[in-house]
């Protein structure tokens, strides 16, 4: 986690910047090892030609100048890159910046993963068979599990990162209990559907059945137990106001968001494109993007994005909430706290990693099994 003085103060005078994104997600690559049935990304066999280090690092002064704050390094599996150090580290000296993984590749990129400010692992059930059903590769659940609780205990930011689905409904609570117990918070995704569309930037969900959440009255109550939890203790990174959007969308049906794509938030593609969100149409690459921002052409596709109601994708409804400056500088404090938060866990995963080193391996997971 690299958080110095001098990149604080640029984050907040960023964040109290008018008319400039916010939160940018990367799909760095579309490589990817597993093959998660609710993905399209691994499905896709066209060849396209992915940005060199040059470029990406090129994007990224773009991206700093244009007033960005967040980072997303998302794909495929960022962490196949061969070059995902040199860039976590040119990007998180101006960056929040995350990585994504789901749980295959952090070990063996464990130097990288120390130079993002947070890293994501996907995990869907604490159930081992379930786990890797949805991830469609044996083994999936074991990396997952190792790699959460060896980056904790290297003192790395981790997070742990379910998509609630109809499949996991009834076990996300117990899930969630289980790695705050540990220290280990957690960002939830919310499956979704998307439904194709010609020219969308990126086709990242699949249609299947059996995760769609159908029954809404238990998301409610997962809703409700989310907020207690929540209110009693830390670790859980979603905000109470998202959690009441959510709530009021899956009772009433009701969007009470306003869609801020390319506004708050954008997307990238591995080829460097542009789009308001991964289900709308490339309109721009990265290095026309400073000219493009304030263009008329950008204006009439906020306004057409801000009517859109194709997608309930969780971040994107987060992002939207939060769009407005001083909503920026909400989720700025939330995250400082969150950090400083994490740091404290880890100081106190560190005191328990040095306690535990004489122990065996074996003996250290038999006292995670026992804890639970
Ligand atoms: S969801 Fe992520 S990890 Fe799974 S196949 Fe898709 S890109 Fe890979
Ligand atoms: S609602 Fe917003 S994020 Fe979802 S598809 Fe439409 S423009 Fe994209």
Redesign the pocket.
């Known amino acids: 986690m690299q958080i110095s003085l001098k990149k604080v103060i640029s984050l907040f005078e960023r964040s109290a910047t008018p008319h400039r994104p916010y939160h940018v997600q990367w799909f760095i690559t579309q490589k990817c090892n597993y093959r998660c049935k609710g993905c399209n990304v691994w499905r896709n066999k066209q060849k396209i030609n992915e940005l060199n280090t040059e470029e990406v690092k090129e994007g990224l002064d773009i991206l700093r100048k244009l007033g960005a704050v967040e980072l997303v390094f998302s794909g495929g599996n960022p962490l196949l890159r061969k070059d995902i150090d040199e860039i976590l580290e040119y990007a998180s000296r101006y960056f929040i910046t995350t990585i994504y993984d789901n749980g295959s590749m952090a070990l063996q990129k464990i130097d990288a993963l120390r130079k993002a400010d947070f890293a994501a692992i996907s995990l869907d059930s604490l159930d081992e068979n379930k786990n890797d059903y949805v991830k469609g590769v044996p083994g999936a659940w074991k990396n997952a599990m190792n790699a959460i609780f060896r980056l904790h205990d290297e003192g790395i930011a981790v997070g742990v990162s379910p998509t609630i689905s109809q499949f996991n409904i009834d076990e996300i609570i117990d899930f969630t209990k289980y790695f705050i117990n540990f220290g280990v918070p957690v960002w939830y995704c919310l499956y979704w559907y998307d439904q194709p569309k010609k020219d969308q930037l990126f086709k990242i969900g699949k249609k299947v059945d059996e995760f769609e959440i159908v029954d809404k009255g238990r998301f409610v109550e997962v809703c409700d137990s989310i907020l207690e939890l929540k209110r009693k203790h830390g670790g859980i990174f979603i905000t109470e106001r998202t959690i009441q959007t959510l709530k009021h969308l899956f009772l009433y049906g009701e969007r009470t968001w306003t869609?801020q794509?390319l506004q708050g938030f954008f997307m990238i593609d591995p080829q460097g494109r542009v789009a308001?969100?991964?289900?709308?149409e490339p309109v721009a690459s990265i290095f026309n993007l400073k000219e493009s921002w304030n263009s008329e052409k950008f204006r009439k596709l906020r306004g057409k994005?801000e009517k859109?109601?194709?997608?309930?994708?969780l971040c994107?409804i987060f992002y939207?909430l939060y769009s407005d400056v001083l909503s920026n500088m909400e989720i700025l404090f939330t995250q400082q706290r969150n950090m400083k938060l994490l740091i404290d866990n880890l100081r106190n995963a560190r005191s328990r990693h040095y306690a535990a080193s004489s122990r065996s391996e074996n003996e250290t997971k038999i006292i995670r099994e026992t804890s639970r």
């Open positions: 869609c794509a308001g969100c991964h289900l709308q994005y859109c109601t194709r997608c309930a994708y994107y939207s």
